[in-house]
């Protein structure tokens, strides 16, 4: 694990074997010195255990980033579950992932991500009480976290509209959105309510055409809609849609949208920045949902309290942007050492008390 490319002086990392459920995990922990580590639990097929791992070090790290980034009091971590899991061992799998979660006593509290929902979390809360994404009562979708990612994706794409076009609306601003799921559909009505001209795709033909309908959507197959001549490009589908390929072809001049892990390579950021393309950091403008999600594990879930720290995402990108201009650095670049910095100074806090 020492040499794995994605190992980056994780805190902890769980290897967890259940005889008795079949239960095959990984949970790590990248760092508290913020907070408990925070971060979901991913279900997934994985081809190895080295792939499996690869993910939990890369994402919890990425969580680290995140939560640093959002100024939240909260560290860092990942679980994933090695899938398939049969549907007549799901419950005795959760219940012994979730005794592997309180054997961490706190240090690492977990949530839903791909492959596990809320009905899933329910059954790890049997044996741990280090489960967040359970309260139906915040928002206005019962728990669900996409309307406030929508809303903070939002509040990026007006800072970045501000910065690279110098505008501060968004009426007959053109915005591509990828992906029409939670969080894009959500991103679509705050979007259309505030005069922006839509065009859309999703390999779901219900999606698209609920957005036709409901916000004058224009809507363009699947494999064109990165290149649509638009102001914006909103990847809200799946990670590594900017492809180097897709940025040579950018029509837009602004990359800014929900999808974790947008970059498909570190030479796609470079590519954007050469050409003049202003991107939005995908884990500082995606953050909305966790500061949900840290709302509800403070106990601080008060919404007109979550929407103030999420539109805090704009002026927060706003300074991403003005910083990367200045020293002429790509702005994920810039993101990332400014995490980096946070979470130093946090650790070095906790060495002197
Ligand atoms: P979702 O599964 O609800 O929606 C994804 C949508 O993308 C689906 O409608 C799917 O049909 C569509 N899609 C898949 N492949 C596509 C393709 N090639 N072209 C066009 N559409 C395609 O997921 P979501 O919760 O809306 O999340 C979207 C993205 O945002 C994900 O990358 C997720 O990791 C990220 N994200 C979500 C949240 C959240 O609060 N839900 C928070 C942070 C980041």
């Known amino acids: 694990m020492f040499d794995h490319p994605d190992y980056d002086a994780h805190e902890k990392v769980l290897m967890v074997e259940d005889a008795a459920s079949g239960l095959k995990a990984i949970i790590a922990v990248h760092s508290t010195a913020l907070g408990a580590a925070a971060g979901g639990c991913r279900l997934w097929a994985y081809d190895s255990g080295v792939a499996a791992l690869g993910d939990a070090l890369r994402l919890s790290r990425g969580m680290s980033y995140k939560n640093a980034m959002a100024n939240l009091p909260m560290g860092g971590g990942k679980a994933v579950i090695l899938g398939p899991v049969l549907p007549d061992r799901r ?4 219940e012994a992932f979730g005794r592997a979660v309180d054997s961490l006593d706190g240090q690492y509290i977990t ?6 929902s809320v009905a899933d979390m329910k059954i790890v809360a049997r044996t741990t009480g280090y489960v967040s994404g359970l309260d139906a009562a915040i928002g206005k979708s019962g728990g669900d976290p996409s309307p406030f990612t929508a809303r903070g994706v939002r509040v990026g794409i007006e800072a970045a509209v501000k910065s690279r076009l110098g505008r501060s609306d968004l009426a007959g601003i053109r915005v591509a959105v990828q992906g029409l ?32 309908d409901r916000f004058r959507a224009e809507s363009v197959p699947v494999k ?13 589908a799946l990670g590594g849609a900017i492809s180097e390929d897709v940025v040579r072809q950018l029509q837009a ?11 498909l390579t570190p030479q796609a ?12 950091p995908d884990y500082v403008i995606n953050a909305g949902g966790i500061i949900m999600v840290a709302g509800e594990i ?8 979550i929407q103030a720290q999420v539109d805090a995402i704009g002026p927060r990108l706003a300074d991403i942007f003005a910083r990367a201009k200045s020293a002429n650095v790509i702005t994920n670049v810039v993101a990332d050492s400014m995490a980096r910095d946070k979470i130093a100074a946090a650790k070095a806090r906790t060495k002197v008390t």
Do not use: K, W
Not at 186 to 199: H, K, M, Q
């Open 298 to 305: 403070s106990g601080h879930n008060d919404e007109a309290h």
């Open 91 to 94: 419950e005795a799998v959760l």
């Open 224 to 236: 064109d809609i990165l290149l649509q001549a638009v102001d914006v490009v909103a990847p809200c």
């Open 111 to 116: 949530a839903e991500d791909v492959g596990v």
């Open 181 to 212: 799921g939670h969080v894009g559909s959500y991103l679509c009505e705050e979007l259309f309510n505030l005069g922006a001209r839509l065009v859309v795709a999703d390999i779901n033909a219900e999606r698209v055409s609920e957005m036709r």
């Open 253 to 263: 001049t602004i990359v800014a949208g929900a999808a974790n892990n947008q970059l």
């Open 269 to 280: 950021g470079v590519i954007l920045g050469e050409r003049g393309i202003l991107y939005a």
